[in-house]
Structure formats: C-alpha cells, structure tokens
C-alpha cells in the first residue's frame, strides 16, 4: 500500500489555472491506477480523472473533459492534475486516490482548491 500526500491547492479567480501534485511513498508506483477525487461542501466526493500505470490511458468526468489534464511521473512517483479554466463549482477539496487490483485503495488527506466569481 501507498501513502499519499496532495500539495497545490489554493484559492484562484474563475478562468484561472492550478496544478495539484500528489506524491506518494511506497514501491511499486508503476502498478497503481491513480485517480483524482473532489468533495464538494455538502455534497458526496465525486470522480474526477484517471490515469494507468504506464500513463498512456485516461478517463475524464464529463464536465472535466477539455479543461483538466492528468498525467503522472512513474520516476518521481508523482500523479498530476492541471486545472484550468477553473469555475466557482470546481471549488472543493481534491483527493487522490492510489487503486491496485487485489490490495485495498489508498487515499490522500485531501488538498482544497477555492475558485471565486
């Protein structure tokens, strides 16, 4: 198992732009499906993006499409989320999650991102 920690959150205006990073400790970084989840106050966490262990495979939520990019540096044991664009209803908190089939997920504390109008 993996232990996760997210940086680069922050508070942006609408139509800006934030990176997240999220590293992780642990071996094997490489056999990891990483994913980006967010919460929104009062509301449930939702999908955001994913990635394969090789990096050459995504998936995007639909209103993420065209906006958000993730990607990931197996080197650096490193999962990235570009954001830009950004509206007022991305503000939440952006988790990341490691997946590996056959062992149980890992999840970061979380990192918030706040965009005002």
């Known amino acids: 198992q993996v232990q996760l920690v997210e940086s680069g959150g922050g508070l942006v205006q609408a139509g800006g732009s934030l990176r997240l990073s999220c590293a992780a400790s642990?071996?094997?970084?490489?056999?990891?499906?990483m994913g980006w989840f967010r919460q929104a106050p009062g509301k449930g966490r939702e999908f955001v993006a994913a990635i394969n262990g090789k990096g050459d495979s995504t998936d995007y939520a639909g209103s993420m499409k065209g906006r958000f990019t993730i990607s990931r540096d197996n080197d650096k044991n490193t999962v990235y989320l570009q954001m830009n664009s950004l509206k007022p209803e991305d503000t939440a908190v952006y988790y990341c999650k490691a997946a590996r089939w056959a062992s149980p997920d890992s999840w970061g504390q979380g990192t918030q991102v706040t965009v005002s109008s």
């Open positions: 642990g071996r094997h970084f490489s056999n990891y499906v």
